[in-house]
């Protein structure tokens, strides 16, 4: 006979569960030929603090190119060891610019876009 307090225990710990983490310093490789995603500059620049509002991102060679820490629950891309998150735009598409810009730039378009 089904017992539904026998459930109980399976269901508080599948809420228990932890939730997704955050993967830091990750590279964003392209599958097409494997050069990395990071602004102009890749990783030096970074350290070196010369990343600012507006930086574009381009492709490089991974070694060259700065990691991000991705929230896949908030969405979040933040580049690593910065205040700087990955910005598509207002109109992100094909050939689109992405560019960086200072946390929380995610909600300054989306108050640009309404």
């Known amino acids: 006979m089904f017992n539904p307090t026998n459930l109980l225990p399976l269901l508080l710990a599948m809420v228990a569960a932890s939730p997704v983490k955050r993967a830091n310093n990750q590279l964003i490789v392209s599958s097409r030929d494997q050069r990395c995603l990071s602004p102009a500059g890749g990783a030096a ?8 509002n507006g ?7 991974c070694n060259q190119a700065a990691g991000w820490d991705i929230s896949p629950g908030s969405g979040s891309v933040i580049l690593t060891g910065t205040n700087f998150a990955m910005d598509a735009g207002t109109t992100p598409g094909n050939n689109g610019l992405l560019k ?3 946390v929380p730039c995610l909600n300054q378009n989306i108050e640009r876009a309404k």
């Not at 620049?45 to 600012?52: D, E, F, L």
């Not at 930086?55 to 060679?61: A, G």
């Open 45 to 52: 620049a970074v350290a070196s603090k010369q990343i600012g």
């Open 55 to 61: 930086t574009p991102l381009v492709t490089m060679d």
């Open 100 to 102: 960086v810009c200072p």
